[in-house]
Nanobody, 123 residues
């Protein structure tokens, strides 16, 4: 059974950094597509960053230059390194997985989702 488990969320001040992690247990597909999404209260869910099975990466414009995806294939883990955090980055962050995506398209359909980890950025 596929299970995605996020960790690393917390509260930071503006300009701070956090590193989120997502462990994909029970999912050994080497070409799986992984992504991070976020949803703030009262807002729609939005894609943050995505990595294809061939390690091509894409980012939402709102996080480019501040967030970095790092994939650890040995540990089947995806990290989201976040820096220069802003209050508008406050949201619940979710990890998602799909069997395949041929390009880093955040509008891709994802089959599996984690329960989320909260990130709060205060000024």
């Amino acid at each position: 059974q596929v299970q995605l488990t996020e960790s690393g969320g917390g509260s930071v001040q503006v300009g701070g950094s956090l590193r989120l992690s997502c462990v994909a247990s029970g999912y050994s597909n080497e070409r799986k597509c992984l992504a991070w999404f976020r949803q703030a209260p009262g807002k729609e869910r939005e894609g943050v960053a995505i990595i294809t099975g061939y390690d091509t990466i894409g980012y939402a414009d709102s996080v480019k230059g501040r967030f970095t995806l790092v994939r650890d294939r040995v540990k089947n883990t995806l990290h989201l390194e976040m820096s220069s955090l802003k209050p508008e980055d406050t949201a619940m962050y979710y990890c998602a997985a799909a069997p395949w995506c041929d390009r880093p398209d955040l509008s891709s359909t994802f089959s599996y989702w984690g329960p989320g980890t909260q990130v709060t950025v205060s000024s």
